[in-house]
Structures are given as C-alpha cells and as structure tokens.
C-alpha cells in the first residue's frame, strides 16, 4: 500500500465509526459508542487544530511512540486518519495555505519516502508475540520505526533525540514532538494536559498526549470496529502489556464456575461476575465486514513456541482482553514479580 492509501485508510475507518448511527438498539451499546464518537471527535480536533500546524512529517518533527498496545494502536490510527484529512482534503478543497504541503506530499508518495517516524523503546524480556506485533503492524501502517537499545525510557528517548538531530533546546512550538497513547487511568497520568514539555529530568520535547480522555471501554469499541488486527495477547486474557516478567493475564478475567455462564457468585466476592462482551455489535459490524455471525471468540491463536511456557503453564482460560471494561482493573495482570 502507498502512504496515501494506508492513510485514506485509517481516515476512511474513523469516519465510518462516526456514521454508525441509532441501528444499534441495545442501549448500553449505543452509550458506549455514542462517547466514543464524542471522544473521537475531539481527539481528531486536537490533533487537526493543536498539533498538526506545529508538528507534522513534513516539518520532520514529530513521531509517536509505538509500543504495539491497544492505546498508542488506536491513536495511530486516528493519527494517520488526521494527516489525510489535514494535508489531502485541504487540497482537495483548494486550500491554498497547504496546496504546496499537498504537492509535497503527492510527491512523496511516488518518489520521496514520506517518513511516519515512530520509536519503540525496547525493555527487558518482552513477549516475542508482541516485538512480532511490533514489527507486522509498523510494515502495514507505513511506519519508520526506530528501535532503542534496551535501557529506561529516559535514556533510550535521550538516544532517539540524537538519532534524529533533534534540539532539545528549542522553544516550546519548535521543539520535537512524540505521541503518546497514555491515558488517565495511567499511573500518574490523572493531571496530565494534551499538549506538554517532557518533566525536567527527561530529555527536552513535547509530549502529545490526546488520547487521555478515553476509557478502556472506548478504546475497545474503536479497536474492534476499525477491524485491524491487534496484538494476539489480548485474546489470550492480557489486558494491559509488560515485559514477561511482570506480566500476567488479568485475574478479573479468569474463567471461573460462577462466571462462566455470566452468573453473580453466590460469596458475592467475586469481582469477575458479569462478564460478558459489550463489543458484540462492533464485532459484528466489523469495518469492511459484512459476516454478521462473526464471534469475537472465535478468533484463532497461532502457536508460538517461545512465549509458550508464559502463556500456557496452566490449564485455565480467561476470557480475552475486551471482557473487561473497569478501568481501574486493567492493570491487575501486572504484578511485581522478577
Ligand atoms: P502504557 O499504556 O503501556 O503506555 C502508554 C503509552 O506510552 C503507549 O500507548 C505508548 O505510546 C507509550 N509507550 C509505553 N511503553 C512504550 C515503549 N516501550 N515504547 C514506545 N512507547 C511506549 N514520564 C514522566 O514522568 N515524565 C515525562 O516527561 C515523560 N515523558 C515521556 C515521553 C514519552 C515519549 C514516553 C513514551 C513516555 C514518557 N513518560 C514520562 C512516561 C509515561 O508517562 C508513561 O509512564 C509510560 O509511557 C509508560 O506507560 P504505561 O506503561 O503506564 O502505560
Ligand atoms: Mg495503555
Ligand atoms: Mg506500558
């Protein structure tokens, strides 16, 4: 696919969610999805508005940190919709402000590379399935994904600055900016602002951040919908990813007597009772696809060998990842354990 046609792409997949409309009868569904839209709409006006006119490919200043979860996945996605919109529908409609971008940018996409600058900051002992995400995902979006030698973050952001000759010492609108797909419900992330300079003992950019209004249950709404894969870890009961050795499936999902059919425990202490998949309409509606008997657990797993023992060391299942919906339990699958 050229640049173009994987942004038209991403561009035709948010505006597609935006345009599901009241067919959807289940009312807790059309809740969800109708916060979602909201979401998506003022997620894109950051990004058209706020970030676009000072940070684009074109300027060569930004990248977004991609780490191959369902977060930073979703806001690639509207990331790469926002720069179709921004840069190929204002020409289209003779925009002449950005008709010389636009030249630029058609250009690009049949003899210049048109650089989609991403890093991925590389820790200790991740999931083979995810780095093999990692590397499927960044070749379908087109992206330049530059990869850290394995530190803390604050030193392999240090080392991507240098690669890419970017002036820490800039003023705020000059300086480089990354995308982060952090979200309120992050550890520290509750006062976080869209738009902000790394903290001082970082290396100096800035930090875009839009999607941190966004709920878990928004994120899978969107992520199902647009029907692009995802990372297979979250099919396995994975709900928030880590390095292998602090990372398990999410206990709140773990299929248990009591839950299994959707019943409440009798104890009433079991906070894994009423399970069950609010995404079935976006499964079913699937962007692209018109198989409406489609079932969200009917998805296959490839075996892999090397993750094996992590991932099947015990005969329980859990239910996949998009069962749960309770913010504050995403991270339950991760644990202190070295
Ligand atoms: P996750 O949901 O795992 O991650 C949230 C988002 O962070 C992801 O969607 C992705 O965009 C990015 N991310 C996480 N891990 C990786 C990775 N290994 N490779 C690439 N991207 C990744 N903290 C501070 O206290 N002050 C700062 O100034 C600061 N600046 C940051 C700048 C960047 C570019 C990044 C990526 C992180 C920064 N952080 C900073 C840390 C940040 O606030 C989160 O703590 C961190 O992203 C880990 O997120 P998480 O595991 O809590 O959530
Ligand atoms: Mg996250
Ligand atoms: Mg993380």
Redesign the pocket.
């Known amino acids: 696919m050229t640049t173009a046609a994987i942004l038209k792409h991403c561009y035709d997949i948010t505006e597609s969610y935006l345009k599901i409309d009241d067919r959807v009868t289940n009312n807790s569904t059309i809740s969800i999805i109708k916060e979602t839209q909201d979401l998506l709409i003022s997620t894109k006006q950051i990004f058209l508005n706020e970030i676009l006119p000072y940070w684009n490919p074109i300027k060569d200043n930004i990248s ?4 191959g ?1 369902k ?2 996945q979703v ?1 690639l996605i509207i990331y790469l919709a926002c720069l179709y919109e921004y840069f190929y529908m204002a020409a289209l409609n003779f925009n002449n402000l950005k008709l010389d971008t636009m030249n630029t940018f058609n250009n690009m996409n049949t003899t210049v590379k048109f650089a989609l600058k991403a ?5 200790e002992n991740t999931f083979q399935i995810i780095n093999e995400f990692i590397e499927e995902s960044s070749k379908k979006y087109g992206l330049s994904l530059y990869k850290s030698n394995i530190g803390s ?1 604050e030193n392999s ?1 240090k080392e991507y600055m240098i690669h890419e000759k970017w002036d820490c010492n800039y003023n705020t609108k000059q300086k480089a900016g ?6 309120r419900s ?4 509750l006062n ?1 602002k869209y738009i902000q300079q ?2 001082k003992n ?1 290396p100096q ?1 800035m ?1 875009l951040q839009p999607l941190l209004d966004w709920k878990l249950r928004n994120v899978w709404s969107f992520l199902i919908y647009s029907n692009e894969p995802i990372c297979k870890l979250y099919e396995l009961g994975f709900t ?3 390095g292998v050795n602090n990372t398990v499936r999410n206990l709140y999902l773990k299929k248990t007597k009591c839950n299994q059919n959707g019943d409440k425990c009798k104890d009433g202490t079991s906070t894994s009772s009423h399970l069950w998949n609010h995404f079935q309409w976006e499964f079913q509606h699937r962007f692209g696809s018109h198989n409406k008997d489609d079932h969200s657990e009917d998805m296959t797993i490839e075996d892999n060998s090397i993750d094996h023992e992590y991932l099947c060391n015990d005969t329980e299942s859990y239910y996949p990842g998009w069962f749960l919906i309770d913010d504050e339990k995403e991270r339950a699958g991760r644990t202190k354990r070295k």
């Open positions: 977004i940190s991609y780490n979860g977060d930073c806001l890093v991925y900051l590389r820790q973050m952001l990354i995308i982060i797909g952090i979200r992050d550890p520290y992330a976080l790394t903290d970082w950019f930090r928030s990813l880590g």
